[in-house]
DNA sequence: CGTATGGATTGACTTAAGTCAACGACAACG
DNA sequence: CGTTGTCGTTGACTTAAGTCAATCCATACG
């Protein structure tokens, strides 16, 4: 069996694939490793298929004309990128990087395409994939023009406690940096952002340790986007 | 024949249906008719299905808090909205409204996930449809957080005269203060930039018609997001 | 024909967040 | 054990764009 079949066939888009199909599939994909920092491809090539990751972590992102980074997504495991070319045609629409030492497989897109007209489980299963992607651009944009740079935050730190089990201690997964990245500002603001929320008993930062200290009030920062006080 | 049956057999959506499905499709749809102002859905409203507009002009926006508003899309006759829960389930992600008087077709869920399973064509339709708004809103996030208003207002003004036939003279769809609303910021930024860019001869504004006087310089400033001077 | 009404503009002021630069902490490594 | 590099923090300053309020303009309307 392949190594991957498991993690492929556990995945929201190839879900309920017969096995058949599945090991079929795996036979046409290309495995694909990444250092840290390197590139997967770029904005603007030409592509000719989808990556699912398998290991490690991936940001997608958009660069300006000065260099700052705006992150769109960042992928772990079984999370399908690079999608959009597949059915749309033409090029990718942003830059791929693998933030740590990562894997991926690479499915060349007439497979895809021959897969999903014959198989129309999988074409829903690529809709709904696609839908939760708009969806989370959707929150995505709010956030970004609706709400500032606190609101944002305290909105992804309750994001990331949902995510781990609401625990009251969450673990960021990636360096500040990156995390300043993905909320559209820089790591300096980000910062000062972090020291106020601590001063306001909000959180309590250790590292990448944060400790969600008042709920309600992460709640309507996250809501109303305005800090309440200093 | 259905008197939407051109202006359906030649959306993105349904094209290469054929005439029988198109007729089948039509009599499930259930026409509806806005006033100006008048809401469609709003958000975190339980969806049963997807509309196409046939007629007037739909805004897709978010609301902040405090009032503010974001346009994520603005459509017009022959584009569907409302996809996003057909497919992920759940509620709409955003608030739909008439901005002047509409019609729309509504197509119920069930008819929609039965007609895309048994036709792959469709789906492929529908996953091109998501590419593309996937697409968009990577363009939009990049220029809502990338660029300042001034770039974001040129990128938007050479958009609109690629799609007038690359006419020198564009004619604004929407009123300033929609335009605001979609370039995330507000009308009387909006009117200032408008102002400066005239001033340095980048445009020439009268009303809703506005004159690209100096493309390059439009180039320039909707790529590197930045004004150069005044 | 005067007057509402909505859309657009302008001015004075405030503010969130970016820039630039220095510094601190910490781990990895030779 | 010091050196190097990455990551994060802090301070002083600048700036883009938002707020609030007044005014203008055109069109529609009684």
Redesign the pocket.
């Known amino acids: 069996m392949h190594p991957y079949a498991e993690l492929i066939s556990g995945t929201l888009l190839f879900e309920g694939l017969a096995d058949g199909h599945v090991n079929e599939l795996l036979g046409i994909a290309v495995e694909k490793a990444y250092e840290k920092n390197e590139m997967i491809f770029m904005e603007g090539d030409r592509a000719s298929g989808l990556y699912v990751s398998t290991d490690g972590m991936i940001k997608i992102y958009k660069l300006s004309q000065?260099g700052?980074e705006q992150i769109l997504h960042i992928f772990g495991p079984g999370e399908p990128f690079g999608e959009v070319p597949v059915f749309s045609g033409g090029t990718f629409p942003a830059h791929a990087e693998a933030i740590v030492k990562s894997r991926a497989l690479f499915f060349p897109r007439d497979a895809l395409v021959g897969l999903i007209t014959g198989n129309p489980a999988i074409a829903l299963n690529m809709l709904a994939v696609m839908s939760m992607r708009l969806r989370r651009f959707t929150v995505q944009i709010e956030n970004l023009t609706l709400k500032?740079?606190?609101g944002r935050l305290a909105a992804y730190l309750l994001m990331l406690a949902s995510e781990q089990n609401n625990n009251k201690v969450v673990r960021l997964n990636i360096?500040?940096?990156h995390l300043a990245g993905f909320l559209?500002?820089?790591?300096?603001?980000?910062?000062?952002?972090?020291?106020r929320m601590a001063n306001l008993n909000l959180i309590h930062?250790a590292g990448?340790e944060i400790k969600l200290l008042d709920m309600d009030g992460l709640s309507a920062l996250a809501e109303s986007g305005k800090i309440v006080d200093l």
Do not use: F, Q
Not at 188 to 195: D, F, G, H, Q, V
């Open positions: 000065e700052k500032e740079v606190p360096s500040k940096a559209g500002t820089i790591p300096e603001t980000l910062s000062r952002m972090l020291a930062v990448r």
